[in-house]
Every structure is written in C-alpha cells, then in structure tokens.
C-alpha cells in the first residue's frame, strides 16, 4: 500500500524562525511531490518536484527531492504568522495522476 | 472567477438519509477527483474520472456513487448517511499531476 509520512506532525514557533517540515514515501510507480498549504479551506498548491536535487523556490519557501532516499524537505525562513497552516505532502503515482497524502504537519507561528 | 466550485458548503442532515454534493470546474481539465479529509485533517483519495470515465475508485462503501455528465461536473451521491460519513469532502480537478481543489463541503451527519 502506497505511503506517505510526515515529520513533525505539529511545530510551535516563534516569528522569525527557519523551519524544515519533513516528508517520506513509499508508492509505486512515483511521479511527482507535491507540497499544499492548507490554511481554514482548501489546500493550495505550493510546489511540484519531479527530479531530485533541484530546489525549488519562491520567496521565503523552498522545497527539495531526493528520489534515491525517497523524501522531501520543505523549508520556510523568517517565518510569519501568515505561514501558520498545515503544511501536506502528497506522492503524485501511476497514470491517473492518483494522490496520496500525508497527514500533514502543523505549523504554529507566534509572535 | 470560481475555478473549482461545490456545492453546499455545509450540509447538516439526520443518519440513513441520501444526500448529493456538486462540484463543477471551470478549468477545462479532463481530470476530476473526490477527496475525504476526516476530523484529523487526513486527506484521502475516494474516485477520479477522466474525461466522464472512473479511473480510480478507493476501497470506499458503495453507498457512494460518483457520477460525471461532462468532465466539467463530478458530482458525488451518498445513500444511507452514517454517522462516521461526517468529514470535509473536496473535489479537485488537474491537466497533469497538480491538483486543484475545491472550497470543500461540511457534511455532519447527526
């Protein structure tokens, strides 16, 4: 059975932090990650990987994959407290483009 | 502009009764999907139809029937609501493998 496993499950830290939020997986037939931010509605796209190694970026977050160990890192520097969310993970497999999600991390910033 | 949209939002309704949710996407994907997010916040894969065809379908009750009129509309039917059916379900659409979801429904089922 396809799996997908977050680390932590919950984060408290202050404004100005650098978190790194950890994800793990075992599927198959891997296409791609993906991280979603998921404030009080829906999830919302973060960011795609497909090739390990090659950073992705946009503003304060980036995001990694390392296809031979089988995770990602999703990093946030300077956080704020708009950056309080849960933060999922989710393993792109097969051609029907199935996802199967983390239980997510959650992500508390304090002032 | 609404790019996923359901309908309700909240739906409230008593054990054993049948219920349908609505979603449309005005994307011109050809791939849509039902989720289930329970009370600890775990999102899971129910079905996904491909241009009006089920392509995935999660060991789910068949008390839930998907049904797709066009690949613009995936709606969701569920028979004989249980208590343990009360969770946030979204629908999402995608071209490839970014998923795009929905505003989600409330179903409480009392």
């Known amino acids: 059975e396809d799996k997908v496993v977050q680390s932590p499950l919950s984060l408290v830290v202050h404004e100005g932090d650098t978190v790194t939020l950890n994800c793990s997986y075992e599927?198959?037939?891997?296409?791609?990650l993906l991280w979603y931010k998921q404030e009080k509605k829906a999830p919302t796209f973060l960011f795609m990987l497909?090739?390990?190694?090659i950073e992705k970026k946009s503003g304060r977050l980036s995001s990694i994959l390392d296809k031979k160990e089988l995770f990602s890192i999703l990093n946030i520097t300077a956080t704020q407290t708009g950056d309080s969310a849960i933060y999922l993970c989710a393993a792109t497999t097969g051609t029907a483009s199935k996802l199967t999600f983390g239980t997510g991390t959650r992500l508390q910033v304090t002032l | 502009d609404t790019a996923v949209s359901q309908t309700p939002k909240y739906l409230v309704t008593q054990m054993g009764n049948d219920k349908s949710i609505k979603c449309e996407q005005n994307?011109?994907?050809?791939?849509m999907y039902w989720y289930k997010q329970d009370s600890k916040k775990f999102l899971k894969i129910m079905f996904s139809?491909?241009?009006?065809?089920?392509?995935i379908n999660e060991t789910v009750p068949n008390r839930f029937s998907p049904k797709s009129p066009d690949k613009a509309h995936l709606n969701l039917h569920i028979n004989s609501l249980e208590l343990g059916d009360s969770a946030v379900y979204f629908c999402?659409?995608?071209?490839?493998?970014?998923?795009?979801f929905g505003p989600g429904t409330r179903l409480t089922v009392l």
């Open positions: 999402a659409s995608s071209h490839l493998d970014e998923q795009f």
């Open positions: 497909t090739s390990s190694g």
């Open positions: 994307l011109g994907h050809d791939t």
């Open positions: 139809y491909n241009n009006k065809e089920l392509i």
């Open positions: 599927v198959t037939n891997f296409r791609s």
